[in-house]
């Protein structure tokens, strides 16, 4: 079972770089941000919870987001792997995904990191916004979102780098040649 964390910051590219990946490798696509958005829109318990987080910027805890993931991927049980985008967070979330995965015979195959500068980002969530007028791509919110990244997710790196799975690609440029230096890591881990 090929299974693949795409990392980066808010605006990185993960769910441009998501959808050509899944096309290719016939991956189900497992986002945190999807998940939420879903729970939100439809009411749902979870959703509230998951709204009172993201509309102060903040990330949803652990627990919330692991239970919800584990139903996520339960839901899935013919996949021929999975792609998380936005998950694992926090080091808690990912040996909670190693240890789902461990329990199904499975393991995280690579860890590919979106490299991009927030300047660059800045831009892209401002052209995002125009395009999609979500919620969450207000500026107060983007900027506190970066800073989760910066400041708490980009923690997670070390964990995978010390498995020997982390994989950085520059996300910036042609969209195409980004793609082209995510399949190279990932063909590389099959």
């Given amino acids: 079972m090929l299974n693949i964390v795409l990392f980066g910051p808010p605006g990185a590219g993960k769910g441009t770089q998501s959808e050509k990946v899944i096309a290719k490798y016939a991956l189900t696509h497992l986002s945190t941000g999807d998940i939420f958005r879903e729970n939100i829109a439809n009411g749902t ?16 805890p652990d627990s ?8 996520a991927m339960d839901g899935h049980k013919g996949a021929k792997g999975f792609i998380f985008d936005g998950f694992p967070r926090t080091v808690g979330q990912a040996e909670a995904l ?18 991009v500068n927030e ?5 892209r969530i401002e052209e995002r916004k125009k395009v999609s007028n979500r919620a969450d791509d207000e500026e107060s919110k983007v900027l506190k979102r970066i800073d989760e990244y910066f400041s708490k997710t980009v923690h997670v790196l070390p964990y995978y780098e010390k498995q020997g799975k982390l994989h950085k690609v520059n ?16 063909d590389a881990a099959k």
């Fill in 171 to 186: 996300g910036i440029g042609n969209i195409d040649q980004i793609f082209t230096s995510i399949t190279d890591v990932i």
């Fill in 98 to 115: 190693d240890n789902m995965l461990a329990a199904s015979g499975s393991k995280i195959s690579t860890v590919v990191a979106l490299d």
């Fill in 119 to 123: 300047g660059e980002l800045k831009k």
């Fill in 64 to 71: 919330v987001t692991i239970d919800m993931l584990k139903s």
């Fill in 45 to 60: 318990d979870l959703g509230k919870k998951v709204k009172e987080y993201t509309e102060n910027g903040l990330l949803v």
